[in-house]
């Protein structure tokens, strides 16, 4: 059998505050969007859908607010959503398996880390 690895890391800025909820289980489940500045100043972020499950949605859903920086390790997946319009699209999102603030954008753009212009949030 070949080998083969899905395994993501990235580490980029909460575009808006983490959706919280629970399944009908009770176990937490939070939904981020996560933009990961380009390789250049200018470049736009790339966004990426991430969902964090258990005690790191627990986490992210009480600590972590719009802007903040955050690390995100998991397993790249193909989803299927519904748009407003009744239109059947296909996404490729992330399922965590591990999230970790690391910081804010007040603090990036301070250390000249980040664009402020560039990114929009």
Not at 2 to 27: R, W, Y
Not at 68 to 87: F, I, M
Not at 91 to 97: E, L, N, Q, V
Request: net charge neutral; charged share 25%.
């Amino acid at each position: 059998m070949a080998l083969s690895v899905n395994q993501h890391t990235i580490v980029g800025n909460l575009g808006a505050d983490p959706e919280m909820h629970f399944s009908q289980e009770g176990k937490a489940i939070c939904r981020l969007r996560v933009a990961v500045q380009g390789f250049k100043r200018d470049d736009p972020p790339t966004w990426f859908s991430v969902t964090a499950f258990g005690k790191d949605a627990e986490f992210v859903g009480q600590y972590l607010h719009k802007g903040d920086t955050v690390y995100v390790q998991g397993t790249g997946e193909l989803r299927k959503a519904t748009d407003k319009s009744g239109v059947e699209k296909e996404y490729y999102g992330i399922a965590a398996r591990t999230v970790q603030g690391v910081g804010n954008k007040r603090d990036a753009v301070a250390a000249g880390d980040v664009n402020a212009e560039a990114v929009p949030f």
